[in-house]
C-alpha cells in the first residue's frame, strides 16, 4: 500500500477503511486504489467512502468524530471542492458518529448546493433511510441536530447523478436493522454495504432496533445479484464493507451461504421444538466459530428472529 502523494487526483470515489485505533497510537491513513475512480483511505475503525469528483465530495459514512480531522486533511490532499453529500447506511454509531464533525467544517468551504437533499448553501445533505432519520431522533442521549438525515426516502430505492456517474441507494429492509442501504456506483461498478457484510466477525443482526436473519440474507442476495465477477471468481464487482478487508462477489458468496446454513440448522431445531438454550448447546455455527468467533450471540439472534413476530419494516 502506498504512502498518499500530496495531489488532486480527478474524479476519484475514496473508500477510507479504518483499523483499530489504540490508546497509544495515532491510526496512519493510507490511501489504496480500488478500481475504476474508487480508492481507500485505510486507517481507523469502520470504513467510509468517498466519491471526490468536479461536482464535489461525497461520503458514505463517517468515522468517530475525533478521526474526523485526520479524514478531512486526507480528502483535501484528494480535492478542495466542497463536501456535498453524506450517505449513512445505517445508524450505528460507527457509521453516524462524525456527522456533526464533518458538518460542521464543510459548511465553511464554498457552497454545499447539489442537485436534490440541500438544506442551505453551505451544508452537505446527509442521506439516509427513513428509518435512520426515525430511530436517531428518538434515541437517547439525543443525537445532535446536525447529525441527523437532512434527506430520507422510503421507497426501495432512490438514485441520482453525480460526479459523471449514477449513485443508486438501495433499501436494505430488516437485515442488520431495519435502515441499511446499499451504495452502488454504477459506473466504477463497485458497492458500499455497511455493516451487512461483515469479515471481522459473525453479523450483528439488531432485533431490537427491526434487524432479521431473512431480512440479512435477502440483502445478501440482492448484492450478489448486483456484483458480476472476472475471470475465476477473482476481481469483477468490488464490495467495500463496512470492516475488513475489500471484497468481491465470491467473498459475499462464502458469508450469505454462512448465515443460511446457519440460519437453516436453527430453524431444524426450532421445529423440533428446542428452546434458545438447547440450541445453543447445539452449537450450530461450530464449523464456523474458528473463523468468526464464538456462535452464541449469532445463533440467539437467529433464533428470536425465526420465532418472535415482528412487523414488516
Avoid at 114 to 119: D, L, R
Avoid at 139 to 166: H, K, V
Avoid at 195 to 224: H, M
Wanted: charged share 20%.
Amino acid at each position: 500500500m502506498g504512502t498518499v502523494t500530496n495531489r488532486f487526483v480527478p474524479a476519484l470515489a475514496v473508500t477510507v477503511a479504518f483499523c483499530a485505533l489504540t490508546a497509544a497510537q495515532q491510526p496512519q491513513i493510507q490511501v489504496l486504489p480500488v478500481q475504476g475512480s474508487v480508492s481507500m483511505l485505510a486507517g481507523a475503525g469502520a470504513n467510509v467512502t468517498l466519491q471526490i469528483g468536479k461536482d464535489g465530495v461525497l461520503l458514505v459514512d463517517t468515522p468517530p468524530a475525533a478521526l474526523v480531522p485526520q479524514v478531512l486533511a486526507e480528502i483535501r490532499r484528494l480535492s478542495d471542492r466542497p463536501i456535498r453529500y453524506l450517505l449513512n447506511t445505517s445508524l450505528d454509531a460507527e457509521h453516524t458518529g462524525g456527522n456533526a464533525a464533518v458538518i460542521g467544517p464543510a459548511a465553511g468551504r464554498g457552497t454545499g448546493g447539489a442537485p436534490f437533499g440541500t438544506i442551505g448553501l453551505n451544508r452537505p445533505a446527509i442521506v439516509a433511510h427513513e428509518n435512520v432519520l426515525n430511530r436517531l431522533s428518538a434515541s437517547q442521549p439525543p443525537t445532535p441536530a446536525a447529525a441527523l438525515p437532512t434527506t430520507t426516502y422510503f421507497r426501495p430505492s432512490m438514485d441520482f447523478f453525480f460526479n459523471g456517474e449514477p449513485v443508486v441507494i438501495l433499501h436494505a429492509p430488516r437485515a442488520h436493522t431495519d435502515g441499511d442501504s446499499i451504495v452502488w456506483f454504477r459506473r466504477s461498478d463497485v458497492l458500499s454495504v455497511g455493516d451487512l457484510v461483515r469479515l471481522d466477525r459473525y453479523p450483528d443482526i439488531d432485533i431490537a432496533r427491526g434487524g432479521s436473519v431473512d431480512g440479512l440474507i435477502a440483502a445478501l442476495d440482492r448484492i450478489i445479484e448486483i456484483t458480476v465477477p472476472e475471470r475465476l471468481q477473482d476481481g469483477g464487482t468490488r464490495v467495500i464493507v463496512g470492516h475488513g478487508r475489500l471484497c468481491n462477489e465470491a467473498d459475499v458468496v462464502e458469508y450469505r451461504d454462512m448465515v443460511a446454513i446457519i440460519r437453516d440448522r436453527v430453524a431444524d431445531l426450532v421445529k423440533k421444538g428446542q428452546t434458545l438454550e438447547q440450541v445453543k448447546n447445539a452449537r450450530p455455527s461450530r464449523d464456523y466459530d474458528t473463523r468468526y468467533g464464538a456462535g452464541d450471540a449469532i445463533t440467539e439472534a437467529i433464533y428470536r428472529s425465526l420465532t418472535e413476530k415482528r412487523g414488516t419494516a
